[in-house]
């Protein structure tokens, strides 16, 4: 997968580096992903796995510089995006922790008000 940023300062590079590590730690390859290079920079990346909460709807991983990871599921009749669950503490969490509590929810769903992965939930 290969991330390009127009952008090459030092905070843009270790957005780079960090979303290819936990972009390499999901398993992911090729290039479905969005990168939103503004200021603070964000990215949307799309999951085949499906939440057992919202089956038959898509579900993708969204980062934000100020905010950390989510997880979001496309609305009913698809237009948007739904936020089920972020991930708390700090947003730039190791890689192998984003990758196993994206894989936990994937594989127990998503608990209201807050998820076993240890993040809480946005409806």
Do not use: I, K
Request: with cysteine; glycine share 8%.
């Amino acid at each position: 997968m290969e991330l390009r940023f127009e952008d090459d300062d030092e905070p843009v590079r270790a957005a780079r580096h960090y979303l290819r590590r936990v972009a390499a730690a999901l398993g992911l390859r090729g290039d479905c992903l969005c990168v939103e290079q503004e200021r603070p920079v964000s990215v949307y990346l799309p999951l085949e796995e499906r939440l057992p909460d919202f089956p038959g709807r898509d579900v993708a991983l969204l980062w934000a510089a100020d905010r950390g990871w989510a997880v979001a599921v496309e609305t009913r009749c698809g237009a948007d995006l739904e936020v089920v669950a972020r991930l708390d503490g700090e947003h730039r969490p190791p890689p192998r922790a984003v990758a196993g509590w994206v894989r936990r929810l994937c594989h127990t769903g998503v608990t209201f008000p807050a998820t076993r992965a240890g993040g809480t939930a946005a409806r």
